[in-house]
Nanobody, 123 residues
Framework: QVQLEESGGGLVQAGGSLRLSCVASGSIFSINNMGWYRQAPGKQRELVAGITRVGSTNYADSVKGRFTISRDNAKNTMFLQMNSLKPEDTAVYYC?????????????????WGQGTQVTVSS
């Protein structure tokens, strides 16, 4: 059983900062690509930032220069530092990870999601 748990969301004024964390736990052989997604009311879920196991990153154009994704492989943890927040950043933020784990059929890689954490930016 593998679980992802996000934390760090909340209410912040425009221009403020928040730091999200995502911890993976359970029967983990390795964690490959990880990413942060967000979904605002009435909109589709979108990729915010992604990071490979060796630390290569990519960002949505809307957050470049304001958000920084990072990870600590030793602690199975990923972070999203969000600065200069805007009201349009308001959404539920989800972490996603491609995790290799053991199954009855052998080792396999699966995509896991956290439960989401609410980020609200007031104007």
């Amino acid at each position: 059983q593998v679980q992802l748990e996000e934390s760090g969301g909340g209410l912040v004024q425009a221009g403020g900062s928040l730091r999200l964390s995502c911890v993976a736990s359970g029967s983990i052989f390795s964690i490959n690509n990880m990413g942060w997604y967000r979904q605002a009311p009435g909109k589709q879920r979108e990729l915010v930032a992604g990071i490979t196991r060796v630390g290569s990153t990519n960002y949505a154009d809307s957050v470049k220069g304001r958000f920084t994704i990072s990870r600590d492989n030793a602690k199975n943890t990923m972070f999203l530092q969000m600065n200069s927040l805007k009201p349009e950043d308001t959404a539920v933020y989800y972490c996603n990870a491609k995790i290799t784990t053991a199954t009855m059929a052998g080792m396999g890689q699966f995509s896991y999601w956290g439960q989401g954490t609410q980020v609200t930016v007031s104007s």
